[in-house]
Antibody, heavy 123, light 113 residues
């Protein structure tokens, strides 16, 4: 059974650093992209980018390029997003999600979502 | 960026009636190499992560009720719920994964009338 479990809620101050995690199980982690999606309070979904677990190839949305860093630890099937200096505008729920693709390279969809990590940045 | 525009922003439908949500992409999301539209629909209930309903515009994800259907071509796509049930109250998003940055529609809030 595929499972994607994210780390718990965070309360941080502006300027602090943060790294949140997403642990996957039940599938071949190294063979899939993991995407990150932000949802600001009461708002819609924003695609931040994605990372290929096998070789850490990353694709960032221009809106998030330079603001966050994606990484993976293949040894524990985990993906991460980190901030070096948080801002109040980083407040929101962050979801990780698996991008399913067929062996032919045909993308299927973002199918398995984590439960979300709530990040609150406030002084 | 490909802009995804949903209509309406909110919708109230009586139980048992049909609900229709539209999504228009600013550019084609058709992938010639695979003959597929890279267009998905998600359902998000309060306090929950999004749930995949459809991919390739009209392929229903396993376990999704057949009251839901996805259709469309070109740059116009539709999500239809044939007979609204109480558990369908949610926000629905269309999503293109054809061109990076991938993008979502703004969401359509579906309520019971």
């Amino acid at each position: 059974e595929v499972q994607v479990v994210q780390s718990g809620a965070e309360l941080k101050k502006p300027g602090e650093s943060l790294k949140i995690s997403c642990e996957a199980s039940g599938y071949a982690f190294n063979s899939y992209w993991i995407g990150w999606v932000r949802q600001m309070p009461g708002k819609g979904l924003e695609w931040m980018g994605m990372i290929y677990a096998g070789d850490s190839d990353t694709r960032y949305s221009p809106s998030f390029q330079g603001q966050v860093t994606f990484s993976v630890d293949k040894s524990i099937s985990a993906a991460y997003v980190q901030w070096s200096s948080l801002k109040a505008s980083d407040t929101g729920i962050y979801y990780c999600v698996r991008l399913d693709a067929l062996h032919s390279g045909l993308l299927r969809a973002f199918d398995f979502w984590g439960q979300g990590t709530s990040v609150t940045v406030s002084s | 960026d490909i802009v995804m525009t949903q209509s309406p922003d909110s919708l109230a439908v009586s139980l048992g009636e049909r609900a229709t949500i539209n999504c228009k992409s600013s550019q084609s999301v058709f992938k010639r190499s695979s003959d597929k539209y890279y267009l998905a629909w998600f359902q998000q209930k309060p306090g929950q992560p999004p749930k995949l309903l459809f991919y390739w515009a009209s392929t229903r994800e396993s376990g999704v009720s057949d009251r839901f259907s996805g259709s469309g071509s070109g740059t116009d796509f539709t999500l239809t719920i044939s007979s609204l049930q109480a558990e369908d109250v949610a926000v629905y998003y269309c999503h293109q994964y054809h061109t990076i940055p991938y993008t979502f529609g703004q969401g359509t809030r579906l309520e019971i009338k």
